[in-house]
């Protein structure tokens, strides 16, 4: 009597795997029953060819106040000071003899957008 009073008043300082190590192993069955089951879906990379064409610079547009924009076309180093009306017409031709060929507006903070804008949609 006096024995089983001392076992009981000691805790226990065991942890009990066995439930955890069962259910590990039913985690395990199933994953290895449904694993072939998965269907792998199919990538489709896209084709790479080399050109030995560098890509076109881009045609740059600095806005230099109201009226005037600076243009600089990729292929060339100079830049060619151009009115708002005719800018359009410009970047017309240049697209033209390249097409896909692309445009950068460079804007100071201070200048508005629209100015420009409306010249391109005339």
């Known amino acids: ?36 089951m998965i269907n792998t879906g199919q990538v489709e990379l896209p084709q790479v060819s080399r050109s030995s064409a560098l890509p076109a610079k881009p045609i740059e ?16 180093a100079s830049a060619r000071v151009v009115y708002l009306p005719e ?12 097409p896909g060929h692309e445009v950068d507006v460079l804007l100071d903070a201070q200048l508005q957008i629209e100015i420009l804008a409306q010249s391109l949609r005339q």
């Not at 955890?20 to 192993?25: A, P």
């Not at 109201?66 to 076309?73: F, M, Y």
């Open 61 to 76: 547009i600095e806005v230099l106040g109201a009226s005037q924009v600076r243009v600089r076309d990729g292929s060339t």
């Open 1 to 36: 009597m006096e024995n089983s009073r001392r076992s009981r008043s000691r805790p226990m300082s065991d942890i009990n795997v066995v439930p955890y190590i069962d259910v590990m192993l039913v985690l395990l069955v199933i994953f290895m029953v449904t694993a072939p």
């Open 87 to 98: 800018l359009a017409a410009y970047i017309r031709a240049r697209q033209a003899e390249k």
